[in-house]
T-cell receptor, first 112, second 112 residues
Framework: SQQGEEDPQALSIQEGENATMNCSYK?????LQWYRQNSGRGLVHLIL?????REKHSGRLRVTLDTSKKSSSLLITASRAADTASYFC????????????FGSGTRLQVQP | TAGITQAPTSQILAAGRSMTLRCTQD?????MYWYRQDLGLGLRLIHY???????GKGEVPDGYSVSRANTDDFPLTLASAVPSQTSVYFC???????????FGQGTRLTVV
């Protein structure tokens, strides 16, 4: 079963608007990561947040983590057409298998 | 820097035939992973290896095998392909602690 589930599944916005994607997970984690995938390409790492952190920033990206609710959000500010892609959250659990478990992703379309 | 190299890029395979998907990394990462990506299901972990000489089963290991004879190579073998193994396969690697993962460009496999 998938550890992470993203919401919404698809999002369409205008250039300049902010885009918010949410991720929920099931078990306790060591860290949570967000990845981007352009159509037909491999995934690219965007940002990592550890279980003892609540918020991180990287350029136009802002990630929050609420371990009590087992949820995270990714905010992309001032979106650009080039931000059009699928975005995935991935978790690494505290115990057991040491590997990334991915959610099903959010497809973001930024209209120019 | 090449990073992660997968081969072939795409393949059409007759059901019942065997095939090995190749994956090589030049970053000296300890951990390597194989995922399959199907529409609407995100990425699912097939097998992983936390260090050379060891492998582990992921979420969907049936019908696949892997080996990790050295740090750089992590081939995935389908012993007898079935149509349900039609998918895009991604290889990835990461350093110790499962922080940022680097992905190959994928192998698109069609089993007919």
């Amino acid at each position: 079963s998938q550890q992470g589930e993203e919401d919404p599944q698809a999002l369409s916005i205008q250039e300049g608007e902010n885009a918010t994607m949410n991720c929920s997970y099931k078990t306790s984690i060591n860290n949570l990561q967000w990845y981007r995938q352009n159509s037909g390409r491999g995934l690219v790492h965007l940002i990592l947040i550890r279980s003892n952190e609540r918020e991180k920033h990287s350029g136009r990206l802002r990630v929050t983590l609420d371990t009590s609710k087992k949820s995270s959000s990714l905010l992309i500010t001032a979106s650009r057409a080039a931000d059009t892609a699928s975005y995935f959250c991935a978790t690494v659990t505290d115990t057991g298998r040491r590997a990334l478990t991915f959610g099903s992703g959010t497809r973001l379309q930024v209209q120019p | 820097t090449a990073g992660i190299t997968q081969a072939p890029t795409s393949q059409i395979l007759a059901a019942g035939r065997s095939m090995t998907l190749r994956c090589t990394q030049d970053m000296r990462h300890n951990a390597m992973y194989w995922y399959r990506q199907d529409l609407g299901l995100g990425l699912r972990l097939i097998h992983y290896s936390n260090t050379a000489g060891t492998t582990g089963k992921g979420e969907v290991p049936d019908g696949y095998s892997v080996s990790r004879a050295n740090t750089d190579d992590f081939p995935l073998t389908l012993a007898s392909a079935v149509p349900s193994q039609t998918s895009v396969y991604f290889c990835a690697s990461s350093g110790t602690g499962v922080t940022e993962a680097f992905f190959g460009q994928g192998t698109r496999l069609t089993v007919v």
